[in-house]
């Protein structure tokens, strides 16, 4: 780790002066990401600014039909709240099956949608759920916000402040895990709401989350695991590495999705 | 059997200190006035090099010194070496390329050092390391193991076709003639997996010099530091014996990776004196994984032929062995000498003939770990009688039984001589336990599930108890395998042993003390065990191939021999009688037919303050040592059964049910001895479903981290169900055969057989991870589908 200047706002507005005034400042929220790549020198921002002491970015609330999480807001707090296993028990379940007891204690919702890993978990329940992510601009559709691997919507000095989950119907999430990291090999997210299905996929595809519209058609006309039998997903586009080639990753994306449905509708 | 004597399991008395963080590694030694090193490793697989610049890198802040390869040169210290000869078919030598601490002129692999910064902090050192600039001429990679020795690309001018040797052993032209006899042939092509040792603990060396006795201290995380200090004294030159200590504290975990002298305590302990200051180096998880010796890298082709009636007649394997860019320390005693005489496994085979090339690539060198060839013949064979089985329609527990070994000792085709073991009992019991019978119903009620079920055997053997020195010496070592012990009785009554053996996890605080308590009869806290340290310790040849208990507890009870019997004549002064009438039982000197008695500590007493008698006619004091050289290996034998399930969905294989039935001859402590074999049985299912190193075409490590290097977790297990046979060993004094290895070598091939079994067919690699399991299974239901 190079040597750097630690900041500790207590409010967005003062987040957000310092990551406009300060040279080569980043953004500290759980650290999960931040903090092994600066170990290893991989990442060297002169300022970090950690949001930790920031208040009004924390917290999980019901507010109509949907849910809103605040950005600093903990995986573990997002698995173990009773607002969130009652309104989206999909969204729960996800959170709590993120890494391990550590990750989840440490990293935050804001901080894993904001860094848009390829294979992390949020992104997909944010695309499938029709999530907004608020920020303290504007408000951006998941649909608009992620735009590639590590790539989002944020602008210069923005910051995301919290993420509404419209209620969806039905929604739930499969994950097969890398064997190595746990983070997903390949992940499906299905959400149900009213007549519109939506199934994202994390994990797999080379431009990070994406959505598959195929599956969606499919699931519209009847949400069942049995409309997807035969609908296969397109190994083009997608990663190859030591642990899946794209072929493999294409097949999970399949049979995910069926046990994603499935889990939607208890079975 | 006391509640501390042999065969009680006993909590172990060194886990107070490690659970409760007040254990004492090298990391948490720190000399006053200490300084750092980083070492700047290459980036490349293969490159010359052709200038380091360290003008700028010198001047910055902390920086004590930047040394290189021509600064080791110019103090005339040596390269490390590989300390176990090989002679090739031929008879000619092996092919040794030089190998400094320092890169001389090139770099062979990926993390190879370069040089040493030292400084005043460890930031500061990195810091100046990203300051050097060097120079590199790229060369390419040879990475391959199975074309090494076809490369262009010639790694050391010593090696011009990158090969170390061409070995054999056995009979070539009896097991020729077996084939020809044959009724049937199988074949496999085998790969046996490279694995990265990962023990808990990395690496750490901290090196001083005291200026004033013009004496080095090496503290490291070493099995073996007497073997350490012979290595850096006599062959590195470091300094004479006298002038050099080596102490390897508590070492967490070392799976035979620690056995090695490396690079980096040989350049700490020698940069202690250039910068007149201690030096301390801490490997980082990402160094652990480039310059650790890696295990395994075996490609085999194998055959074994079988008559009308399915006995073995013969068996026939040719190995290409990768020992990576360097030999290692005992990297060419892996894939001879510790592989093929292996490769008659528990059977009757008549003949065996084995040929193994050893290849050099620009990777980590590769050496002992877990099981140490072992597990690459076990595997050989057992995957080759579980496909014979299979091939001939004939039972695979069945066709095991009719050709096990049944009388001993029993000489093989390939050097070994079993002296002892009852494989057909370890057989039974494991198929009762394993409820082998009732394996059919639970398949169909697999498949009722869309799952593919699959029962797998490994009935392995090892040598260990490593070993007779004159015998190894006839095979190559450099050295002599006898271990050492010293039992020294206090004044009170309370006893120090001092074990040239090393607990880096085994346990050797408990299980040794245990010994002690049942021979002398003193209680577990009267017993301390010393070990680790060239000063404390006189002599010893540390800890690996499960030769503590054979070796080191032998010589341990050697020792006490002598003890008691000097305690004898001191309690036939102290009982006024004579010797000959003097009997010791529970911790008591009696004389025969009387109720005299005299306790061992008031023995001891008497010894030391000789009042009793008169010193010209008895030695004071009741300290007694011992070497002890083994008469011939020990073989452990065991069977295991793995019985898995396959999600053909998504290639996932779950391991439903592990049994394990192990011969280790005297257990002396079953608790611990069943924590070896569940750990053993971890790094086997690693190695077979999920460990991989894995360096690409350019000989880049793929899997530098624990984001691709995928270690055994607690729910990649079963419940594991262990059972034991016993027949005691009869080449040592104790019956002991070792545990250490058995659950790594056993459980691949298990794990393989289960899996082929399930998706029936044979097509299936290690690590068998997920995707290559999806592949196996899709055509199974192809084929399936085709019938």
């Known amino acids: ?267 | 059997m006391s509640a501390t004597g042999i065969g009680a399991s006993v909590r172990r008395k060194e886990d107070h200190r490690f659970i409760t963080g007040a254990g004492r590694y090298t990391d948490d030694i720190n000399r006053p006035n200490q300084a750092y090193a980083y070492f700047l490793r290459s980036p490349h697989a293969h490159a010359t090099i052709k200038t380091i610049d360290t003008s700028k890198a010198s001047r910055m802040p902390g920086v004590l010194a930047i040394l290189t390869g021509d600064d080791l040169a110019a103090d005339k210290v040596g390269g490390l070496i590989c300390g176990w000869m090989i002679h090739s078919k031929d008879g000619s030598p092996m092919k040794a390329g030089a190998h400094p601490a320092l890169a001389q002129g090139k770099v062979r692999y990926v993390g190879d050092h370069v040089a040493v910064i030292v400084a005043d902090t460890l930031a500061q050192a990195r810091d100046a390391a990203e300051a050097v600039a060097v120079d590199y001429g790229v060369l390419p990679a040879v990475v391959d193991t199975a074309t090494a020795s076809k490369s262009k690309t010639v790694i050391h001018d010593a090696a011009p076709d990158n090969t170390v040797f061409n070995w054999h052993l056995g009979n070539k032209a009896e097991t020729e003639a077996a084939f020809k006899a044959a009724k049937h042939v199988v074949k496999l092509d085998i790969v046996n997996n490279r694995l990265a040792p990962n023990p808990m603990e990395p690496r750490a060396a901290v090196g001083f010099y005291d200026k004033g006795e013009d004496h080095y201290t090496l503290y490291t995380t070493s099995q073996n530091p007497h073997v350490a200090r012979l290595v850096l004294s006599a062959f590195i030159g470091i300094a004479p014996e006298n002038k050099l200590r080596v102490i390897a504290p508590d070492v967490g975990g070392g799976f035979g990776s620690k056995i090695f002298i490396y690079a980096e305590e040989t350049v700490c302990v020698w940069a202690s004196k250039k910068v007149g200051r201690p030096v301390k180096w801490n490997s980082d998880r990402t160094e652990a994984f480039l310059s650790d010796a890696h295990g395994r890298d075996h490609v085999t082709h194998a055959e074994l032929a079988i008559d009308a009636n399915g006995k073995m007649l013969g068996l026939r394997a040719h190995t290409i062995a990768n020992l990576g860019a360097y030999l290692s320390t005992f990297a060419s005693s892996v894939p001879t000498y510790l592989y093929a005489p292996l490769l008659s496994g528990q059977y009757n085979i008549p003949a065996v003939y084995a040929e193994v090339d050893a290849v050099y690539t620009t990777t980590a060198p590769v050496d002992a770990y877990r099981g140490a060839g072992r597990p690459e013949a076990t595997f050989v064979v057992e995957r080759l009688v579980e496909v014979a089985a299979r091939q001939i329609g004939m039972d695979p527990a069945k066709f095991r039984q009719m050709n096990f070994v049944t009388k001993f000792p029993h000489q093989t085709p390939v050097i070994m001589m079993y002296d002892a073991g009852n494989y057909n009992a370890s057989m039974k019991k494991a198929l009762e336990i394993a409820d082998y019978k009732g394996f059919g119903k639970r398949r169909r009620e697999s498949e009722r599930r869309g799952k593919l079920r699959g029962i797998g055997f490994s009935a392995y053997i090892e040598a260990c108890g490593i070993a007779p020195s004159a015998a190894v010496g006839s095979l190559g070592a450099g050295v002599g395998l006898w271990e050492s012990a010293e039992v020294r009785v206090n004044p009170i009554g309370t006893v120090e042993i001092l074990t040239g053996s090393h607990s880096h996890g085994q346990g050797h605080e408990t299980t040794f003390a245990q010994l002690v308590c049942e021979r002398l009869g003193v209680s577990m806290d009267a017993v301390t065990i010393v070990h680790g340290d060239t000063d404390k310790v006189q002599m010893g040849m540390g800890t690996y191939g499960s030769r503590s208990g054979a070796v080191g507890m032998s010589a341990i009870s050697k020792a006490l021999d002598k003890v008691i019997a000097k305690g004898k004549k001191v309690a036939a002064y102290v009982l006024e009688a004579s010797e000959k009438d003097i009997d010791f039982k529970d911790g008591k000197f009696s004389v025969k037919g009387t109720d005299k008695t005299l306790d061992f500590g008031a023995c001891a007493l008497q010894a030391y303050i000789a009042h009793k008698f008169n010193g010209q006619d008895l030695e004071p004091g009741l300290k007694e040592g011992a070497f002890y050289d083994p008469t011939n290996f020990t073989f452990p034998a065991g069977v295991h059964i793995a019985e898995v399930e396959v999600d053909p969905d998504t290639g996932v294989t779950e391991i439903l049910n592990w049994t394990a039935v192990d011969d280790f001859g005297v257990v002396i402590n079953p608790m611990i001895v069943e924590g070896q074999v569940h750990g053993g049985i971890a790094q086997g299912v690693g190695q077979a479903l999920l460990e991989g190193v894995v360096y690409d075409k350019e000989g880049q490590l793929v899997t530098a981290s624990y984001m691709d290097y995928c270690m055994p977790r607690a729910d990649n297990l079963p419940s594991f169900k262990v059972g034991m046979t016993v027949t005691a060993c009869p080449s040592n004094p104790l019956g002991i055969k070792g545990c250490g290895e058995a659950g790594a070598i056993a459980a691949p091939p298990a794990v393989i057989n289960a899996i082929t079994d399930a998706v029936g067919h044979e097509d299936v690699a290690m690590p068998a991870t997920p995707k290559v399991v999806w592949r196996a299974a899709q055509k199974a239901l192809k084929k399936m589908a085709a019938e």
């Open chain 1, 1 to 267: 780790m190079y040597a750097f200047t630690y900041h500790r706002p207590e409010t967005v507005r003062q987040a957000a002066g310092l990551l406009s005034r300060k040279d080569d400042a980043k953004l500290l929220a759980g650290g999960q990401t931040l903090l092994p790549t600066m170990k290893q020198r991989l990442a060297s921002p002169g300022n970090v600014v950690d949001l930790g002491k920031v208040a009004e970015m924390k917290g999980i609330e019901r507010k109509g039909r949907a849910v809103v999480i605040g950005a600093m807001t903990t995986h573990a707090e997002v698995a173990g709240s009773p607002v969130v296993q009652e309104a989206i028990p999909g969204l729960a379940a996800l959170a709590g099956n993120i890494g391990d007891p550590h990750v989840r204690n440490r990293g935050t919702i804001g901080g894993s949608v904001a860094n848009n890993d390829p294979a992390a978990d949020y992104p997909a329940a944010c695309l499938a759920m029709g999530a907004t992510i608020i920020t303290n601009k504007r408000k951006i559709a998941a649909d608009d916000f992620f735009q590639g691997m590590f790539d989002t919507a944020l602008e210069e000095g923005e910051i995301i402040t919290k993420i509404s989950f419209p209620m969806p119907g039905k929604a739930a999430y499969m994950k097969f895990p890398n064997p190595a990291s746990r983070y997903a090999l390949v992940g499906v997210c299905v959400a149900k709401r009213g007549s519109e299905v939506r199934v994202a996929v994390t994990g797999a595809g080379a431009s990070g989350v994406f959505r598959w519209a195929e599956a969606e058609a499919a699931l519209a006309k009847r949400f069942s695991s049995k409309s997807l039998e035969g609908v296969k997903a397109k190994a083009a586009g997608l990663n190859a590495d030591i642990h899946a080639d794209a072929e493999y990753r294409a097949h999970l994306i399949g049979v995910m999705a069926r046990r994603a449905v499935d889990a939607a509708v208890g079975k």
